[in-house]
Structures are given as structure tokens and as C-alpha cells.
């Protein structure tokens, strides 16, 4: 009896020692990327992810915010290979962003496929988001939920923009997609690539003359301080958000924490959107009204006139939808007639 019950305590302090070793294969900090900083919602979804993360897990995983996308260099379109390299743990990306690298999510900017927020739901909650996010996790990172950064709305400082030819020989400022290249070039514009970070001094200079940007990145950049004083209603594209983890590191953490790490980044992402769309989305054009008051003049396209600027990128949109794959684009488009 004695030497049974000698193994069975050997045995446990066995156990014990293994699950604390276990738990010293946790890091003391988890590195998370994000473009945009706390004075953005962008960047107050990655806050509410690591809080959650660190009450959900008892503090077993700690996270920190590197938000300006300085992991790597402020090259935002870097992020999405420095998350495979385990340069980057977890991230909140932007589709746009990571498009260059993972063609499937192209999609999201392919010019005037989604009209409004009811399509983009249907897809980002649909059979369409399911397929994405399978794409993703072939590629080593691992995908957990959608937030959102919102439809990219056109500001300049030169004049009012409701036709195409408003837009001929404006220079404007677009992310480091060559689809968004393509668009512009499509509308007679002048497309000028470069990172966020470089953006508002181009603007303020007089460097670029315009971009195109959510409105919640509008007004908490203060853009209309930087001579952006012409503003289009034009819902050309959305860039939604996606919480991931690389694969690296979540197979390091218990399944029980992984789960929990779902869990507050799909809670986080339901809250990113909701305030995403404050003063904006419906009846509540709470934002558009600080905009106007800055002394933005705000164009709201008609049908008609959104129509011209539809006829004029759709060999774009054609053309793209080759490159991200006919299926998923045929997917996509039933979704959003079916909202």
C-alpha cells in the first residue's frame, strides 16, 4: 500500500512538473500589428482584443499593440508575410492590405461589388467569409473573425467630384494594390502609392491632391485640417478586417486558451464593427454632420451618376475577377442578390 501510494504521488508531481513546463512554453508578450492606432476603431479592436485575451486566459497570454504597422517598417503590405515568418504573432489586417500576397481577397475591392452594409455582411458572415478564411489558413495563419475598418468614401482637395471627368489629372493616394491602381487610372485619374504613414504629409504638402479612406479615418485623422475639403459618397469598396493568430503560435497555446482567444476576437470584432458604423451606418448621420461642420462640402452621388463611375471600372472589375477566381466572384454576387 505505502509503495502504491509512493508511485501514485511520484506520478503526480510527474504531471504537475510537466504542466508547468508546459506553461513556460508561453511567452511573456505576444506581438500584435495593426495599421492604425487607438485614436482609430481599427486600432481600439486590437485594445479590446489583448484585454479580453488577458481576462479570458487568466493572463497566461498577455498581448502588446504595435499599431503603424511597425513590424515592418510601416510597409502595410508586408504584414501578411511577417505574420507567416513569426515576425508578427497576431494581427487585425486589412483585406486590401494583405491582397498582394492572397489573391482570394482582391474581392472586397473589386470596384461597386458591394452596395451597402447588408452585402458585406452576407458575405464576411456567409459561405463566402467560410471560404476565405479556409484560403487562410492554408497559407499558415489562422483566421478567427471579421472586423471591420468601413466603405472607403473619396476626399480631395481641389473640387467637387461627381462624374468620372471630375476626377481627370487629380492625384490621389492609394494603397499598395495595383487594383486600386488600376481603378483610378480607369476614372482619369493619377494613382500615387504609398503607406499611411506617408499619406498625411503628402496631403498637407499638396503632394497628392486626394484619397480614399472609411469616414471613421476621415475624422479621427482630422483630414479636412490637411486641405481635404471635397468629399464623395460613393461606397466603390469595403475593407473589411480579419483578427488572426500565426499558426506557430497558436499551436504553442492549450486548446482551452486557443478557444479562448476565439472567443474574445470574435467579441472584439462584433464591437469593432458596431463602432465601425456609429454615426453612419442607417438613419444616423451622426458623422457626416462633424464632417460638413469642419467646412467639407459633401457630394452624395444619384444613382444616375454612380451608374457612370460603375460603366467606367467595370473592365477593371472584369478583369479582376479573373485573377481572384470566377467561382468565388460568382459566389459572391449571388450573396449579395440573395441580402
Not at 479580453?52 to 502595410?76: A, P
Not at 475593407?239 to 500565426?246: A, E, G, M, N, T
Not at 473592365?315 to 481572384?324: A, E, F, G, L, R
Request: aromatic share 8%.
Amino acid at each position: 500500500m505505502l509503495r502504491r501510494t509512493f508511485v501514485a504521488a511520484v506520478a503526480l508531481g510527474l504531471l504537475a512538473s510537466a504542466g508547468a513546463q508546459a506553461q513556460t512554453t508561453y511567452r511573456s508578450e505576444y506581438r500584435l500589428s495593426t495599421t492604425l492606432g487607438t485614436a482609430f476603431p481599427w486600432g481600439q479592436a486590437g485594445e479590446r482584443w489583448a484585454e479580453l485575451v488577458r481576462e479570458k486566459t487568466q493572463g497566461r497570454i498577455n498581448i502588446k499593440l504595435y499599431s503603424g504597422n511597425s513590424l515592418v517598417g510601416g510597409d502595410q503590405t508586408r504584414e501578411f508575410t511577417a505574420i507567416r515568418q513569426g515576425v508578427i504573432d497576431l494581427s487585425i489586417g486589412s483585406t486590401i492590405n494583405w491582397s498582394p500576397q492572397v489573391k482570394e481577397l482582391n474581392l472586397f475591392s473589386l470596384p461597386f461589388l458591394m452596395p451597402d452594409y447588408k452585402a458585406m455582411d452576407a458575405l464576411t458572415q456567409g459561405e463566402v467569409g467560410k471560404e476565405l478564411f479556409a484560403t487562410l489558413e492554408k497559407r499558415d495563419v489562422i483566421p478567427l473573425a471579421w472586423g471591420e475598418n468601413g466603405f472607403r468614401e473619396m476626399s480631395n482637395s481641389k473640387r467637387d467630384i461627381a462624374t468620372p471627368a471630375d476626377m481627370k489629372g487629380m492625384k490621389f493616394r492609394v494603397v499598395g494594390s495595383p487594383l486600386y491602381n488600376e481603378t483610378f487610372s480607369a476614372l482619369g485619374a493619377n494613382p500615387t502609392q504609398m503607406s499611411w504613414a506617408d499619406a498625411q504629409p503628402a496631403l498637407a504638402s499638396g503632394a497628392v491632391d486626394g484619397q480614399e479612406n472609411p469616414l471613421s479615418v476621415f475624422t479621427a485623422a482630422r483630414l479636412a485640417t490637411v486641405g481635404q475639403k471635397h468629399l464623395t459618397l460613393w461606397h466603390y469598396v469595403a475593407d473589411p478586417l480579419i483578427f488572426v493568430v500565426s499558426k506557430q503560435v497558436w499551436n504553442s497555446w492549450t486548446p482551452a486558451d486557443r478557444e479562448a482567444v476565439r472567443q474574445a476576437a470574435l467579441q472584439a470584432g462584433r464591437e469593432n464593427v458596431e463602432k465601425a458604423r456609429k454615426g453612419i451606418a442607417g438613419n444616423d448621420n451622426t458623422v457626416l454632420k462633424q464632417i460638413e461642420a469642419s467646412g467639407v462640402k459633401v457630394t452624395q452621388l444619384t444613382p444616375e451618376q454612380r451608374a457612370a463611375f460603375v460603366q467606367a471600372t467595370r473592365p477593371v472589375y472584369d478583369k479582376w475577377s479573373k485573377t481572384i477566381g470566377a467561382d468565388l466572384v460568382k459566389k459572391a454576387e449571388a450573396a449579395i442578390a440573395k441580402r
